[in-house]
């Protein structure tokens, strides 16, 4: 076996400590405030939504389109506060530090609407820029005001063209794949 390099261990110092005070900061700051409640309950209604007005003729299809926005936007979170692009001060459980509840349910319920209701390319392209604009102008800045999002090296018009151009790219994706399973049941 090949031997550890000697810094490897000083990083796993690091990161027990960094666990251990980011563990203490949430029970300290986060749990039970305003911000966990409202990290908790408005996925929850996002949820309540998608219930309420998916098409069931659609749902795998639609499901697809939505794990490739609910998986990238986990992927990006990771990699944005890797390198402290942006943060969050509250999160809903105390070893994460990603918002979990907007990359699982917010996010990818609100592109999976515009994809089961916007049919035509036209009506797509307008429910997409409706939503980005929703997200990256309003909830994001409001995500900020209320000291859940904190950037560092981001703007919310970097956030708007990732919304516009994942969405364009998980919908030729999504069409892509359940043509190729059509025609395989042909």
């Given at each position: 076996?090949?031997?550890?390099?000697?810094?490897?261990?000083?990083?796993?110092?690091?990161?027990?400590?960094?666990?251990?005070?980011?563990?203490?900061?949430?029970?300290?700051?986060?749990?039970?405030?305003?911000?966990?409640?409202?990290?908790?309950?408005?996925?929850?209604?996002?949820?309540?939504?998608?219930?309420?007005?998916?098409?069931?003729?659609?749902?795998?299809?639609?499901?697809?389109?939505?794990?490739?926005?609910?998986?990238?936007?986990?992927y990006?979170?990771f990699?944005?506060?890797?390198f402290?692009?942006?943060?969050?001060?509250?999160?809903?459980?105390?070893?994460?530090?990603?918002?979990?509840?907007?990359n699982?349910?917010?996010?990818?319920?609100?592109?999976?609407?515009v994809?089961?209701?916007?049919?035509?390319i036209?009506?797509f392209?307008?429910?997409?820029v409706?939503?980005?604009i929703?997200?990256?102008?309003?909830?994001?800045p409001?995500?900020?005001w209320?000291?859940?999002?904190?950037?560092?090296?981001?703007?919310?018009?970097?956030s708007?063209?990732?919304?516009?151009?994942?969405?364009?790219?998980f919908?030729w994706l999504?069409?892509?794949i359940?043509?190729?399973?059509?025609?395989?049941?042909?």
């Open positions: 076996m090949l031997p550890i390099p000697s810094g490897f261990e000083t990083i796993m110092q690091i990161k027990v400590h960094l666990g251990e005070a980011r563990t203490q900061y949430w029970y300290s700051n986060a749990l039970f405030s305003f911000q966990w409640w409202f990290s908790v309950f408005v996925p929850l209604g996002f949820v309540w939504i998608w219930i309420k007005l998916y098409k069931r003729s659609q749902l795998v299809e639609t499901v697809l389109y939505g794990l490739l926005w609910a998986t990238t936007a986990s990006l979170d990699v944005g506060t890797s402290l692009l942006w943060e969050y001060p509250y999160t809903i459980l105390p070893y994460s530090n990603k918002d979990l509840s907007a699982l349910t917010s996010i990818p319920i609100a592109f999976m609407l994809y089961q209701y916007c049919s035509t036209k009506s392209t307008g429910g997409t409706a939503i980005a929703f997200f990256a102008f309003v909830m994001e409001f995500l900020v209320l000291g859940l999002y904190k950037l560092y090296h981001w703007t919310f018009c970097f708007f063209i990732l919304y516009i151009v994942f969405s364009f790219v919908r999504t069409k892509k359940i043509a190729a399973q059509l025609k395989q049941e042909k």
